[in-house]
Structure formats: structure tokens, C-alpha cells
């Protein structure tokens, strides 16, 4: 059955591609966050399903998917309201690992990465806005994207936090990636004369053993073997645990500014975490701290800008390790959300592009590379990383 892993929110769902194009024959699922005309989300939560209205159109992402050749055959669970990376959900149940299945999917995206995953479709749509499509798909296996932030039009998709939400997609196929991203970001005519490689050394201090390190290193040196410089720098002269801070504070004040309204209103029941979440966001302040991280949101922008301009890639692990197993109590999932924030953080905050490269290690895990470019390089970056196929091992 298609729905075996819980992959689906409604798996019957076939809305057949609208014209021919680059996408010809291959098929798509997407996160319960997405207008489908006459559908109803519940961006995983039943309460919210209960309070909203069907679509009177697809999102415009849909449209251009389905224009380009894509056919649609489901839509997939989420995380409630987006506000988690775990991918457990206590009113739809946690989709299904299809490469783990004792351990989590990864979220908010979680449908969306399993289905691609599993092959149940050619490519999964997703939102990422503290690492929602990235973190998923390291932890099941696959590509991910994340595009620079304001290159994608979000009309019909739910917010979560404006400023830093963004659409994402995954694929087992880096070609297929680079197809969607022709399809759905502006024409870029550069080329990709990257020149220099940085590795946050603060990033890959966070990992979490010997193993995921040595294989993410490897992968690394084979994708670098032409004529690179390669420099090791500190990326946060703060920490990244200050970046972090910064980011989940700013995010958190978003998330309340754009849901609070409905969740005084509807009194929605959600899972512990998330409520614990809410509730904190709900009491941020626009005081001397918020005002602090909106400064240093800015200086991480300036110094990313600086930095990588066009011709540099920053090199990171796109998770502390592996995918965890399911059922942690509450004070290890916040933990390891909040390693995994201070390397998801980076592009969040800087709004940069960012790929994660799926690698096994030498015990069957998943685990990711990430290579964050310069502001709207991505096609750039994707197309690099295409030239260096044949270096890529999973």
C-alpha cells in the first residue's frame, strides 16, 4: 500500500501534470502546508483542519510543478504547524524512517522526505524554515535544498515565520534537483567559478562522533580534488550557540506574531514540545535582547555576503549524526534540537543557499554534507555539484 509509512495525509490525491516540460513523467508529493484547490490543510494539527477553509487554488509552486511536466499524487504529513524538526506528530502518528525505522523521519517535512525516500514519488516539496526540509532529508537518506531566502514566490502556503520561511524540496536524484530548481527560481545566466572552500571549524566541532566525521571528510576531499583553496575558519566570532539563541528568538516572535491570533482564539491542542513552544514564543518581547539578535541577524548576513560572494562555499555537517530513535523523552529531543539549530541556523539566519549531500557511514547511518553558497547562487551550486557526480558516494 502507498501509505504504508504513514508517508500521507491523503495518498489519493492525483492531480495530472498541465503541460509538457522539464519535469516530464515524474511525480511529486508535498507538505500539508500547500494550497490544493478544493483541499482542506491541517498542517498537522486537527484543529486547525477544523477551523479553515478549502483551497480556491493552488499554491503557486503547485502550479509551476504541474505546469512543468509534474504530476501530484499526494499530500504528506507535517509536524504541527511546522514548530519542530523531529517529526513526530501525536495526532497522525511519526511517518516512517523507510531506511530507519526505529528512528525518527526528521521534521517539520517528514512526509514529504519519507515519500521521497521510499521512492513512493520522484521528488517531495517541503518548507524549510529552521531546517525543515534540510534535517529530514539527511535523516532519511536523500538530497535536500533549501534556495536563497525571497527567491521563491509563497503565495498559498502557510507561513510559519515570513522572514525566514522558504519552499524546499528532496530527491534521491541531484538531478532531479537541479530540474526543479530551473523550474521554480528566476534564470540565473552565471556560472560556477567557485574558488575557495571554507570549513567552519566551530560547525564540525558539533559532531557527534568519529565516524559520521571521518565519512563526511572523505566525501569532502573528493569533491574538492580540483583546483580549490581550502581555509578553516571560526564562523561565529559570538558561538554558534549565540546564533542560534538569536535565531530561535527572532523566529519564535514571528511564529507568535503570525499564530497567536488563532491560537488564543481556537485554544488548539497540540503535543507538549510544541505547546511548550507556543506558549514560550508567546512571551518574546521586542525588548533590548530581540533588538540585539535583529542587529546580529544583520552583521551574520553582511559577514555570509562577505564571505562567500560568488565564488566561495561554505562546507558544514548538515546535522550533529544520524537520525535518533523514537521515543527520546522531552529533554533529549530539545538537546539534540538544539545542537542540530546551531548548524541549521547558518543559512536561516543568513538566507543563503544550502545543499545537503546524503552519505552513509561505514554502519549504514545517514548522515549529510551541507555546502551553503553565496546569496542567490543557487542554481550555481546545484549545477557544481552535478559536475562532481561521479564523486559522490551514499
Same mark, same amino acid.
Not at 490525491?13 to 494550497?35: H, P, R, S, Y
Given at each position: 500500500m502507498k501509505n504504508d509509512?504513514? !508517508?500521507?495525509?491523503?495518498?489519493?490525491?492525483?492531480?495530472?501534470?498541465?503541460?509538457?516540460?522539464?519535469?516530464?513523467?515524474?511525480?511529486?508529493?508535498?507538505?500539508?502546508?500547500? $494550497?490544493?484547490?478544493q483541499h482542506k490543510n491541517a498542517a498537522g494539527n486537527p484543529d486547525w483542519l477544523k477551523t479553515h477553509d478549502a483551497a480556491t487554488s493552488n499554491a503557486y509552486v503547485i502550479d509551476q510543478l504541474l505546469n512543468s511536466g509534474a504530476t501530484l499524487t499526494g499530500i504528506t504529513h507535517t509536524d504541527e504547524l511546522m514548530y519542530s524538526l523531529n517529526g513526530e506528530n501525536i495526532h497522525y502518528g511519526t511517518p516512517v524512517n523507510p531506511r530507519y525505522p526505529n528512528c525518527i523521519p526528521g521534521g517539520s517535512s517528514s512526509g514529504s522526505a519519507v515519500a521521497a525516500a521510499s521512492r513512493m514519488v520522484d521528488f517531495a516539496i517541503g518548507t524549510d524554515t529552521g531546517g525543515s526540509t534540510r534535517i529530514p532529508a539527511c535523516y532519511c537518506g536523500i538530497y535536500g535544498?533549501?534556495?536563497?531566502?525571497?527567491?521563491?514566490?509563497?503565495?498559498?502556503?502557510?507561513?510559519?515565520?515570513?522572514?525566514?520561511?522558504?519552499?524546499?524540496?528532496?530527491?534521491?536524484?541531484?538531478?532531479?534537483?537541479?530540474?526543479?530548481?530551473?523550474?521554480?527560481?528566476?534564470?540565473?545566466?552565471?556560472?560556477?567559478?567557485?574558488?575557495?572552500?571554507?570549513?567552519?571549524?566551530? $560547525?564540525?566541532?558539533?559532531?557527534?562522533?568519529?565516524?559520521? +566525521?571521518?565519512?563526511?571528510?572523505?566525501?569532502?576531499?573528493?569533491l574538492i580534488q580540483d583546483h580549490f583553496t581550502v581555509k578553516t575558519i571560526t564562523l561565529a566570532d559570538e558561538s554558534l550557540a549565540a546564533w542560534s539563541k538569536s535565531f530561535r528568538l527572532l523566529q519564535g516572535r514571528e511564529i507568535w506574531q503570525t499564530h497567536g491570533e488563532w491560537i488564543t +482564539?481556537?485554544?488548539?491542542?497540540?503535543?507538549?514540545?510544541?505547546?511548550?513552544?507556543?506558549?514560550? !514564543?508567546?512571551?518574546?518581547?521586542?525588548?533590548?535582547?530581540?533588538?540585539? $539578535?535583529?542587529?546580529?541577524?544583520?552583521?551574520?548576513?553582511?559577514?555570509?555576503?562577505?564571505?562567500?560572494?560568488?565564488?566561495?562555499?561554505?562546507?558544514?555537517?548538515?546535522?550533529?549524526?544520524?537520525?535518533?530513535?523514537?521515543?527520546?523523552?522531552l529533554v533529549d529531543v530539545e538537546n539534540t534540537r538544539t545542537r542540530t539549530m546551531q548548524l541549521s541556523c547558518i543559512a536561516g539566519l543568513s538566507g543563503l543557499p544550502q545543499l545537503t549531500i546524503p552519505?552513509?557511514?561505514?554502519?549504514?547511518?545517514?548522515?549529510?554534507?551541507?555546502?551553503? $553558497?553565496?546569496?542567490?547562487?543557487?542554481?550555481?551550486l546545484l549545477q557544481w555539484l552535478l559536475e562532481r557526480k561521479h564523486s559522490l558516494t551514499k
Open positions: 509509512l504513514n !508517508a500521507f495525509i491523503d495518498a489519493d490525491i492525483t492531480i495530472e501534470a498541465t503541460q509538457k516540460g522539464v519535469l516530464d513523467d515524474t511525480t511529486f508529493a508535498v507538505k500539508d502546508v500547500f $494550497a490544493i484547490k535544498f533549501r534556495p536563497s531566502h525571497g527567491t521563491i514566490d509563497m503565495a498559498g502556503i502557510i507561513p510559519l515565520a515570513p522572514s525566514f520561511d522558504t519552499v524546499g524540496w528532496m530527491s534521491e536524484k541531484i538531478e532531479t534537483l537541479s530540474k526543479i530548481a530551473n523550474v521554480l527560481l528566476p534564470i540565473d545566466h552565471s556560472s560556477n567559478h567557485f574558488q575557495t572552500i571554507y570549513l567552519a571549524e566551530d $560547525a564540525w566541532q558539533l559532531i557527534e562522533d568519529n565516524a559520521t +566525521k571521518t565519512v563526511l571528510q572523505k566525501q569532502l576531499s573528493s +482564539k481556537a485554544d488548539p491542542t497540540f503535543g507538549t514540545d510544541i505547546a511548550d513552544r507556543f506558549q514560550w !514564543a508567546s512571551t518574546i518581547k521586542e525588548d533590548g535582547t530581540w533588538q540585539q $539578535a535583529k542587529q546580529l541577524r544583520r552583521s551574520i548576513q553582511q559577514k555570509l555576503d562577505n564571505l562567500l560572494n560568488k565564488n566561495g562555499l561554505l562546507v558544514i555537517p548538515t546535522t550533529p549524526g544520524s537520525a535518533p530513535e523514537i521515543g527520546r523523552s552519505i552513509t557511514t561505514e554502519d549504514g547511518k545517514a548522515v549529510g554534507l551541507s555546502i551553503i $553558497a553565496g546569496r542567490n547562487q543557487d542554481l550555481a
